[in-house]
């Protein structure tokens, strides 16, 4: 999407908040993939991205243009809710069906075949022996090594873009990344794997 439609498009949610449906359709399929590949749980990833749009559009005024895309601070707003999941393992966010009708946000146009590939999604973590191991083995690092491998190969994000997701030096994100993948090549060392991807990146 270029910038100049994703900012009419904020602009129009900002002041008709049922607008924001259509940032809604736009983004919901790639902040729940982010979400399922940190989760690896289907249905904690999908409350999680419900409570990402619930909260942005709840602070949608707050949001300020900085030279990143919106989608930056959005993928922000679910790397918080995700960390807040793991340190308290608790979490209680509005349901899909409820942040869709406590503010007039449309349903996907093709629910359907969001969950179909809600369910290859999870069939690929439950089915791929080596992908499965990976993400297990990535769970086991700090937070900000988890965010930014998932962000520059699940998500395929430039260096560029997830330093201004993250707000944060690329030196620092090039810094993390390196480190990440030494440490997760590390965990998995000792464990069958027979796979390429992004321990041979």
Request: glycine share 4%; proline share 3%; with cysteine.
């Amino acid at each position: 999407m270029d910038r100049d439609t994703e900012k009419n498009m904020v602009e129009n949610a900002r002041e008709d908040p049922e607008a924001f449906g259509l940032i809604f359709e736009a983004y919901y399929q790639k902040i729940l993939s982010y979400c399922i590949y940190r989760t690896m749980n289907v249905e904690i990833a999908r409350d999680i991205t419900s409570e990402t749009f619930f909260k942005a559009l709840k602070n949608l005024w707050q949001f300020k243009w900085a030279g990143a895309p919106f989608s930056s601070w959005l993928y922000r707003i679910a790397s918080n809710e995700i960390n807040m999941y793991f340190r308290h393992h608790k979490y209680e966010p509005k349901s899909m069906e409820e942040a869709i009708e406590e503010n007039n946000m449309p349903e996907l146009a093709s629910k359907n075949d969001l969950e179909a590939e809600i369910m290859r999604a999870q069939e690929r973590l439950d089915e791929n022996g080596d992908a499965a191991k990976v993400l297990r083995a990535l769970r086991e690092l700090p937070e900000k090594y988890q965010e930014v491998i998932i962000l520059r190969f699940y998500q395929e994000m430039k260096i560029e873009e997830i330093a201004a997701t993250l707000d944060v030096k690329e030196g620092t994100i090039k810094s993390i990344l390196s480190r990440g993948l030494k440490m997760l090549r590390e965990k998995i060392a000792a464990q069958p794997f027979s796979g390429a991807g992004i321990l041979h990146t």
